[in-house]
Nanobody, 125 residues
Framework: QVQLVESGGGLVQAGGSLRLSCAVS????????MGWFRQAPGKEREFVAV????????LYADSVKGRFTASRDNGKNAVYLQMNSLKPEDTAVYYC??????????????????WGQGTQVTVSS
């Protein structure tokens, strides 16, 4: 089985930056994908970004494109989400998720088999 643990969330002023980490244990999938999702109170969990362990095909939601960067460190079995130019609308619980293979519907929660517990990101105006 796979276990994911997010960290790095916190309170930041609008325009600031934050870097989230997701540690992966149990096993990794060389041909798989790691996704980032977020969920604000009263809202559906929404897609943020996805990247492959083997590189390539990194994709972002339009709402974060140009501001967020997803990356990975295969040696450390970790993935990261660098968030710059943060806006109050980015406030949410952020989750990392794992898929054994590239998910057909990478932007949907059903495309991923494993999920972390989430980490809170709050952006003040």
């Amino acid at each position: 089985q796979v276990q994911l643990v997010e960290s790095g969330g916190g309170l930041v002023q609008a325009g600031g930056s934050l870097r989230l980490s997701c540690a992966v244990s149990g096993r990794t999938f060389s041909s798989g994908a790691m996704g980032w999702f977020r969920q604000a109170p009263g809202k559906e969990r929404e897609f943020v970004a996805v990247t492959r362990w083997n590189g390539g095909s990194t994709l972002y939601a339009d709402s974060v494109k140009g501001r967020f960067t997803a990356s990975r460190d295969n040696g450390k079995n970790a993935v990261y989400l660098q968030m710059n130019s943060l806006k109050p609308e980015d406030t949410a619980v952020y989750y990392c998720a794992a898929a054994p293979t590239w998910p057909r519907d990478y932007y949907r929660t059903v495309g991923y088999d494993y999920w972390g517990q989430g980490t809170q990101v709050t952006v003040s105006s």
